[in-house]
């Protein structure tokens, strides 16, 4: 292991990216995310990477990855890298080709000591869940911990097992761009997490983090339900000796009942969007979403470069729209 912090980045070029799963259509929260990621790398003259998500082979599909390219396309936002092509230098740009690249870091990992084969079902893991822990987010006790860590400990034999992660009792620390300083307690938040299941299937944090840092990823912007993942993320930078890139967490697009939108808001997705506006009325309404305009006048994303700054985006968790309005 690297006993110091470094990047695969060689200089100080802003590189962001914009990582979606092509699980479904795109909808205006999805877009909002990719503006403002593209806005901040594109004022300060960085580059803009699009990596396809493709971990859950049972629900990612290349059809929604070309609509993902094609919506993205028409909306005016343009990557430097990647996307199905795979043009550029840090290919394949697509996480279920990368599955070789994946190994070898879990490998760097396994050598730390600080892994261990977990055989708990999900059943297993929610019986021992509190009342207070009922929102889904599953919280891991350890009942597959090895008693001391660091731990040399054997892979079992012909028995299906995921690849867990230690976590210490003690506070992960980040600055977020717009929600300040942030300390995490993981071992309270989510316990020891997988990075690889039991199917074989790479878990998101593991995958992120590799990636991110083999294609030169410095800045991150995506939806502040993932403070925790930066916490997880961050973690595993330092555990790889890797530095972590820069977080900017936005607030989430919700309906006026508070609930953020997702793929299964057909009214508000990308198809039905685009049957009822222009590139333009949409980049507008987002930009003055997001704080960046006055007024919702139309625009192009060339047109915000010069307007952007973070000083403009509110530091809140939500902001409700009114569906009909769009």
């Known amino acids: 292991m690297d006993s110091k912090p470094h990047r695969m980045e060689s200089d100080d070029t802003p590189v962001g990216r914009y990582a979606p799963s092509p699980t479904g259509r795109m909808h205006l929260g999805n877009m909002f995310s990719a503006l403002l990621s593209w806005l901040s790398v594109r004022a300060r003259g960085g580059r803009w990477v699009l990596r396809i998500e493709d971990l859950d082979p049972q629900r990612s599909k290349e059809e929604y990855a070309r609509l993902i390219e094609d919506d993205l396309g028409w909306l005016g936002l343009d990557w430097d890298e990647g996307g199905l092509s795979g043009s550029g230098p840090h290919g394949p740009y697509r996480q279920s080709l990368r599955g070789s690249v994946y190994d070898s870091y879990l490998e760097k990992l396994r050598a730390t000591g600080y892994t261990y084969p977990c055989t708990c079902t999900r059943a297993e893991i929610m ?9 889904g987010r599953v919280i891991y006790g350890g009942h597959c911990r090895p008693a001391s860590m660091p731990s040399a400990s054997p892979q079992p034999r012909c028995v299906r097992y995921a690849t867990r992660l230690y976590v210490p009792d003690k506070d992960i620390t ?17 316990g020891d997490f997988i990075l690889r299941r039991a199917d074989g299937a790479w878990a998101y944090q593991f995958a992120v983090v590799v990636d991110d840092a083999l294609m030169g990823i410095n800045e991150v912007v995506r939806g502040c339900d993932l403070l925790l993942s930066a916490a997880q993320q961050t973690y595993l930078y330092r555990m790889l000796g890797l530095t972590p890139p820069v977080y900017a967490h936005v607030p989430l697009i919700c ?7 997702s793929k299964r808001d057909r009214s508000l997705g990308m198809d039905e969007l685009r049957k009822r506006h222009s590139p333009q009325e949409i980049t507008g309404f987002l930009a003055h979403l ?17 307007e952007f700054d973070w000083a403009k985006i509110p530091p809140k968790k939500e902001i409700l729209i009114d569906q009909t309005s769009i």
Do not use: K
Not at 127 to 133: K, R
Not at 176 to 182: K, M, S
Not at 255 to 261: F, I, P
């Open 174 to 190: 980040f600055h977020d761009t717009l929600y300040g300083a942030q300390s995490i307690n993981l071992s309270r938040e989510c």
């Open 127 to 135: 019986a021992t869940q509190a009342p207070h822990q009922s929102d």
């Open 255 to 261: 309906n006026a009942d508070g609930v953020r939108l």
């Open 290 to 306: 997001s704080g960046i305009i006055p007024s919702p006048e139309p625009c192009s994303p060339h047109e915000l470069i010069n």
